[in-house]
């Protein structure tokens, strides 16, 4: 079933948003950091930008939280408009580079929907090399919508460099849940059907600066889509 292009589903908002979870990790200290993306498809064209902030108040406990604002524009299939999400949790590292992070918060904006959303994110040497392994979850209780998505990523140039290119691949299961009709939820047919995209990326990060730019490809129930973000972490000491 084709939308109707005056509903917009609360999925599209929080799908191009993996790959920012780094800014959210627990680490020492406290930090701030910047991040902006965009991502296109076949049928709509978003782009997003926001802060994020974590503040530790302990060895292995930091709070953090994310406000992010979001554009839908250039939809052949969707309702354009401005909303955003507002998320804040807590991050515990149980384990030596190993972080579980658990955020609860709301859509604002165009769309009104609690959520929750959590991940885990580990970092382990294999077989000599470095992995970066993230996967998480999230799931909107008026929109009756869910989501789970993993990301798996290594280096491919020297660690011990300044500049470091790493490669890897995402993907996102997700159902559409019901509809926003601008005032409320509506019912969707296709609310259960299970949607996918994935596909592999590179990140680009520059140790002295606390930066990088990433870019991505891949397909998916919305067809062939691009993706690319930036961001840049200021850090806070302990």
Avoid: C
């Amino acid at each position: 079933m084709r939308m109707a292009r005056g509903m917009l589903p609360a999925v599209a908002l929080t799908l191009t948003l993996v790959g920012i979870s780094p800014s959210m990790s627990h680490g020492a200290g406290h930090s701030v950091t910047l991040f902006a993306g965009v991502f296109g498809n076949d049928e709509f064209v978003q782009i997003w930008e926001g802060v994020a902030g974590s503040y530790a108040v302990h060895d292995r406990v930091s709070l953090v939280g994310r406000i992010t604002g979001v554009h839908y524009l250039d939809s052949s299939r969707f309702r354009e408009g401005d909303s955003g999400i507002g998320e804040a949790g807590v991050a515990v590292l149980v384990a030596p580079r190993t972080t579980v992070t658990l955020l609860g918060g709301s859509y604002f904006g165009d769309i009104e929907d609690p959520i929750i959303d959590g991940w885990v994110s580990t970092s382990q040497m294999i077989g000599g090399h470095w992995f970066q392994l993230s996967a998480g979850a999230l799931y909107g209780f008026d929109s009756e919508r869910w989501q789970t998505w993993n990301s798996l990523s290594t280096p491919i140039t020297d660690t011990a460099k300044d500049l470091i290119l790493f490669g890897g691949v995402e993907s996102v299961i997700y159902s559409e849940g019901e509809l926003w009709d601008g005032d409320d939820f509506v019912h969707n047919s296709d609310k259960d059907d299970v949607r996918y995209r994935v596909g592999p990326f590179l990140e680009l990060y520059k140790r002295s600066w606390d930066a990088g730019v990433r870019v991505g490809v891949g397909g998916g129930d919305y067809g062939v889509y691009g993706s690319g973000q930036i961001y840049k972490r200021f850090g806070f000491g302990s």
